[in-house]
Nanobody, 128 residues
Framework: EVQVVESGGGLVQAGGTLNLSCVVS????????FGWFRQVPGMERELGAI????????TYADSVKGRFTISKDDLRNTLFLEMNDLTPADSAMWYC?????????????????????WGQGTLVIISS
C-alpha cells in the first residue's frame, strides 16, 4: 500500500519560515516525480513546486519562485519544501503528490488526475 504523509505545516507570522516534509512508502521513490500543491477552500488546486527524478529538474509557480525550494532525499524516501519569506497569500492546505509518468507540464497543471498518489495535506496559515 502506498502512503504519502505530509508534515510541517502550522501557523507563522508573515516573513517567517516553514519546512514541509513528505514521507512516501510503498513505491520505488527514486523512480517517481513529486510535487507540492496548494488549495484554498473554494478554489482549484494549484502548483507550488514540482521535482523530476533528477534533483536539478524543478519547476516553481511564479508566486513562490525565489522564496521556496523543493528537494528530495531518495535514501529517506522524503520530499521537502523549504518555505521562506511567507506571506498570507501562502496560506492553504498543502499537498504532496507522486507521479510515475513524470510529465512536468502535466504535473504542473495541478489536476488531481495528473498525479498517481496524493497525501492528506498539511495546513499552512500565515498571519499578517
Amino acid at each position: 500500500e502506498v502512503q504519502v504523509v505530509e508534515s510541517g505545516g502550522g501557523l507563522v507570522q508573515a516573513g517567517g519560515t516553514l519546512n514541509l516534509s513528505c514521507v512516501v512508502s510503498g513505491l520505488p521513490f527514486a523512480d517517481y516525480c513529486f510535487g507540492w500543491f496548494r488549495q484554498v477552500p473554494g478554489m482549484e488546486r494549484e502548483l507550488g513546486a514540482i521535482a523530476g527524478m533528477d534533483s536539478d529538474s524543478t519547476t516553481y509557480a511564479d508566486s513562490v519562485k525565489g522564496r521556496f525550494t523543493i528537494s528530495k532525499d531518495d535514501l529517506r524516501n522524503t520530499l521537502f519544501l523549504e518555505m521562506n519569506d511567507l506571506t498570507p497569500a501562502d496560506s492553504a492546505m498543502w499537498y504532496c503528490a507522486a507521479d510515475r509518468r513524470c510529465s512536468m507540464p502535466h504535473m504542473a497543471s495541478g489536476d488531481y488526475y495528473a498525479m498517481d498518489y496524493w497525501g492528506q495535506g498539511t495546513l499552512v496559515i500565515i498571519s499578517s
